[in-house]
């Protein structure tokens, strides 16, 4: 089973708002990844977190907040976003950090802010 | 860094037809080359990848091939169905560097 799975599907929120979106997988992968993605474009990683740990931070603004609570799990916290933050959010995880390891995407959050 | 250039943009080929679609990568390290299919709606699918000690890779109607001289790899569809129509993204990675996408291209497979 190579499922990651994401909740909500769809979130809409205006700029004053704090909302958090949630990954889950059970595939005993060690590395998990915060993916953005804009209409027509390719993704753009975000974050990474290796073992719990977060190991790279590609220069996301400070009201993008990662957390990983365990293993299995990985939130994306958010506060004061802009209209411009809108966009397909994505979660993936791969066995270990290095990657060259396969990355399994989830179906993503369609995040509107308002 | 690695840069990944991908064509063609849009693609749009017959049922039965083939399609090809085609990268270029400019980090000689580079070593790691999936390729991702991405429905409308839905999060990008690991569907083949291929590693530099390998030339060619197949699974079922889908094949990869690297050439690691000209630092070009394809993604190659047989026998094409409607339900092949996504976006593909090709990538590449030396390892321990981030995935590199390329823009994408627009498969639409008529019916």
């Known amino acids: 089973d190579t499922e990651v799975t994401q909740t909500p599907k769809h979130l809409v929120m205006g700029m004053t708002n704090k909302k958090s979106l949630k990954c889950e997988q059970h595939?005993?992968?060690?590395?998990m990844y915060w993916y953005k993605q804009k209409a027509k474009k390719p993704p753009e990683l975000m974050f990474v977190?290796?073992?719990?740990?977060?190991?790279i931070n590609e220069s996301v603004p400070s009201r993008f907040s990662p957390e990983c609570p365990n293993s299995s799990l990985l939130n994306l916290h958010l506060h004061a976003l802009q209209p411009e933050d809108s966009a397909l959010y994505l979660c993936a995880s791969s066995q270990d950090s290095g990657y060259a390891y396969e990355q399994y995407f989830g179906p993503g959050t369609r995040l509107t802010v308002t | 860094g690695e840069n990944v250039e991908q064509h063609p943009s849009t693609l749009s080929v017959q049922e039965g037809d083939s399609a090809v679609i085609k990268c270029t990568y400019s980090d000689s390290a580079s070593n790691y080359f999936p390729w991702y299919k991405q429905e409308l709606g839905k999060g990008p699918q690991l569907i083949i990848d291929i590693r530099s000690n390998v030339g060619e890779k197949k699974d079922q109607r889908i094949a990869v091939t690297l050439n690691k001289t000209a630092k070009h790899f394809s993604l190659h569809i047989t026998e094409t169905q409607p339900e092949d129509s996504a976006v593909y993204f090709c990538a590449a990675s030396e390892g321990n560097t981030p995935l590199v996408f390329g823009k994408g291209t627009r498969l639409s497979v008529i019916a």
């Open positions: 595939m005993g992968h060690r590395a």
């Open positions: 977190y290796s073992y719990e740990k977060l190991s």
